[in-house]
């Protein structure tokens, strides 16, 4: 426990640079007493109204939040959500110089409805071509001329039109070159464009598409997973250390929910994590929380090992929270220190 607060104590000079699709997260929030009389569905009452920023935006908002510095870059519209998601991004000086506005483009927002804390539906406006190799190039030139000034960068990819296979390889590469962390959120139909990248973390339905996908492109038959539906732990051991080889990854944190993570790395024993989440509430963003603690524990020198218990009890905190959530370093050595005292009372 010491040794992870101090890895914690260094967070803030660190600096990230987090590469992904853009989200604003939207909330509307509201109360319900009657059942519409057009159709069977609730009226909701709608009384507050609350924005977040979501996807690569979120990650980014957990590394401010736990103290380190962050610059993000990816895609927005031309519309008035970009204009919403850049003053939040603002208040929480995380660095937008990198973000790139198409005009033809939506700026991707997740509209949720929320009636007594439950949530009633959720409306997706977004665009998900592939962007302009005009803005394709200004990014990668982006990256190119100042990797340099990040410890670690993180690809966060929602599927969003953000990434393709030119554009991921040329990134990959470059951070490689510069000998600096990479770290992956994957999407499954991208899986194959990870390879040797530090660390990706899926989750289980995640793994289980990448199995498929990669059965699928295994031409020569040597990704020896033989189950698409990962049900025991022996199913998800197999194909966690056969994903690893395949991809030649230094480590793969896959997470499990409430059930914990497991921790796969090369020439070592898979190690299993049990969940530190005291209750769940919430698993939306949960995803970027673990990228982004994991990620960052890393680049102030922790092991594997180390950044993904680190990782677990960031998650743990985030579940509790309604909506998309951000973990403080405040919160997260508060943990920790609780962890530590239930422990020693049992010694």
């Known amino acids: 426990m010491k040794n992870l607060k101090k890895i914690i104590d260094k967070f803030p000079k660190a600096r990230i640079l987090v590469v992904g699709d853009l989200i604003l997260d939207e909330y509307i929030w509201g109360d319900v007493q009657r ?94 071509n592939r962007i302009h190799r005009v803005t394709e190039s200004r990014l990668f030139k982006f990256i190119f001329k100042n990797i340099k000034e990040f410890d670690a960068v993180i690809i966060e990819d929602y599927g969003k039109g953000l990434f393709n296979i030119n554009l991921l390889t040329a990134i990959i590469s470059c951070v490689r070159q510069a000998k600096k962390i990479i770290t992956v959120d994957p999407r499954e139909d991208n899986f194959e464009q990870y390879f040797g990248v530090t660390a990706i973390t899926p989750n289980l339905k995640e793994t289980e598409n990448a199995v498929r996908y990669l059965k699928m492109i295994d031409r020569e038959n040597k990704f020896n997973v033989y189950k698409d539906k990962l049900t025991s732990t022996k199913d998800m051991i197999t194909a966690g250390n056969e994903i690893l080889k395949h991809l030649n990854l230094e480590c793969l944190l896959m997470t499990l929910g409430e059930a914990g993570m497991y ?21 939306s963003g949960a995803g970027d929380t673990v990228i982004a603690s994991f990620t960052l ?13 680190i990782a677990n009890f960031a998650a743990g905190i985030v579940v509790n929270k309604i909506g998309t959530a951000t973990v403080s370093r405040k919160e997260l050595l508060s943990r920790i220190k609780n962890t530590e005292r239930k422990l020693l009372g049992q010694a």
Request: hydrophobic share 40%; charged share 25%; proline share 4%.
């Open 35 to 128: 059942i519409s009389p057009e159709a069977p569905v609730p009226v909701v009452w709608a009384n507050n109204r609350t924005y977040v920023p979501g996807g690569a935006a979120n990650v980014a908002s957990n590394l401010r939040s736990l103290g380190a510095g962050a610059s993000l870059t990816g895609i927005v519209g031309k519309d008035h959500n970009r204009d919403i998601l850049l003053s939040q991004l603002h208040k929480q000086k995380i660095d937008t110089k990198a973000i790139f506005t198409e005009n033809k483009r939506h700026t991707t927002l997740k509209s949720r409805i929320f009636a007594r804390n439950q949530q009633v539906v959720r409306v997706d406006w977004e665009h998900v």
């Open 263 to 283: 921790v796969f790395q090369k020439e070592k024993k898979e190690e299993y994590i049990p969940t530190q989440a005291q209750e769940v509430f919430d698993v």
């Open 297 to 309: 524990s890393l680049a102030c020198g922790a092991s594997k090992l180390q950044a993904a218990h």
